[in-house]
């Protein structure tokens, strides 16, 4: 199965070039360059060419330096991971605006259900205290599985707060607002506690995080142009939920919001960390299990690397499989990133592979963290990235990357024709 390459129109938040030929703007000459007649012009910024920069010297430093004054269209190479959260709050209208504009041909909500059974956008559904300003809202915090408690210095004891999208409705969580996903654990106010945020990262985007529904999602995903990759998110809550909805009622309703959307199954690619999920889709509704996705972030074990447990998957119908990048990534004796035994068993069980998730470690001069553990001995700058996107998508053959600025995937994507 291959990804379909397409220039999806791109309607309201971007500028939309239809009927005529215009101009775009070299971002390194600041010179303009025709745009054809009908393609959608992809804002990039700045990042994808301070990369490129920052790369070590060699080919493919000369490569991506070469395709600089080409115009980029959108690309489903280019999956916007929670929409654009190196820069704005993450699930939120305005994150995942961000994503389309850079060229995010395919965009991803995490889908968590609240106390009414109603889906929502969120990465985890006990993540609201970090990712909205729920606990500065007295009456929700209240509802809180765990309502926010300040610290004490005195005992060293940090904040504490949880709270999920099962303890508010629909309506209620509307009402909050998405900001960065973090927390100051030092915090004795509930204002205070909304900080934290990295400092590479920003707050300047996070004053007007708009939340959405699934079903809002699926609409502003249609009138953006780009296509859908939902993941269903473990629950932390029983389940069946209240006594009688099931893990398989929770993903049956995911897919039907796209069947009542009229969204055809070739635009979707629904994920989860649980293997049962995927089974169920691929037996249950085959039309959206055809690019059903099983993510893994297990370590490499033999049990879980061979070629064995490659074909059982394949056996069971697991037509594509999603692993954190790191496992698929290894050195060679000379420090060169290469393809991993579990990469090379998993492509010749005939299992496509999408990566997950580059932009995400921050800066990369002391080895890129959990992201690169694998390969932490040859990260040492931020151009790196570079080489990780072009190891996965040349060596290991991944069919997609998830990415937290879906820019620099995109720039890639159009640079090497993918």
Not at 127 to 153: G, M, R, S, W, Y
Not at 267 to 277: E, G, I, K, N, T
Not at 284 to 309: C, H, I, T, W
């Amino acid at each position: 199965m291959k990804l379909a390459f397409t220039l999806p129109l791109i309607i309201g938040s971007l500028a939309v070039l239809s009927g005529c030929t215009t101009t775009g703007i070299n971002a390194n000459t600041n010179q303009a360059a025709p745009v054809e007649s009908g393609q959608t012009l992809v804002q990039l910024g700045p990042r994808p060419y301070f990369l490129i920069n920052d790369m070590d010297a060699g080919e493919l430093k000369n490569t991506l330096q070469a395709c600089a004054s080409k115009l980029s269209a959108p690309s489903d190479f280019s999956i916007a991971h929670r929409g654009a959260p190196l820069q704005f709050p993450e699930h939120t209208r305005q994150s995942y605006v961000a994503a389309a504009r850079m060229g995010a041909g395919i965009v991803e909500c995490d889908v968590a259900f609240t106390k009414d059974r109603e889906l929502v956008c969120r990465h985890a559904q006990n993540d609201l205290h970090t990712t909205t300003n729920i606990v500065a809202v007295p009456e929700l915090n209240a509802k809180c599985t765990q309502p926010f408690v300040p610290a004490d210095p005195a005992t060293d004891r940090p904040a504490q707060a949880e709270c999920r999208t099962s303890d508010i409705t629909l309506a209620e969580f509307k009402s909050l607002r998405g900001k960065m996903d973090a927390f100051d654990p030092e915090a004795t106010t509930p204002e205070a506690y909304l900080g934290g945020t990295a400092d590479w990262r920003t707050d300047l985007y996070s004053t007007r995080g708009t939340l959405l529904s699934h079903r809002e999602s699926i609409e502003l995903f249609k009138e953006l142009g780009v296509k859908f990759t939902p993941e269903l998110k473990t629950p932390v809550v029983d389940m069946p939920y209240s006594g009688g909805y099931s893990q398989q009622d929770y993903a049956r309703q995911m897919i039907n919001e796209y069947i009542e959307a009229g969204v055809s199954p070739e635009d979707v690619w629904p994920q989860s960390f649980l293997l049962d999920d995927v089974i169920f889709w691929v037996n249950q509704m085959p039309e959206f299990g055809r690019q059903a996705v099983f993510l893994d972030e297990k370590p490499n074990e033999p049990n879980n690397v061979s070629m064995v447990y490659m074909e059982n998957l394949v056996q069971q119908g697991v037509p594509i499989l999603a692993p954190a990048l790191w496992k698929m990534l290894t050195l060679d004796d000379k420090q060169k990133i290469v393809p991993s035994e579990y990469a090379i068993n998993a492509k010749a069980a005939g299992l496509d592979l999408i990566a997950w998730t580059v932009e995400r470690s921050g800066p990369l001069n002391n080895g890129g963290g959990w992201y690169h553990q694998s390969i932490t001995d040859a990260i040492n700058n931020d151009g790196d990235t570079f080489t990780v996107i072009d190891v996965l998508a040349q060596d290991v053959g991944v069919i997609g990357i998830f990415s937290d600025w879906p820019a620099t995937t995109t720039y890639y994507a159009n640079c090497m024709g993918l």
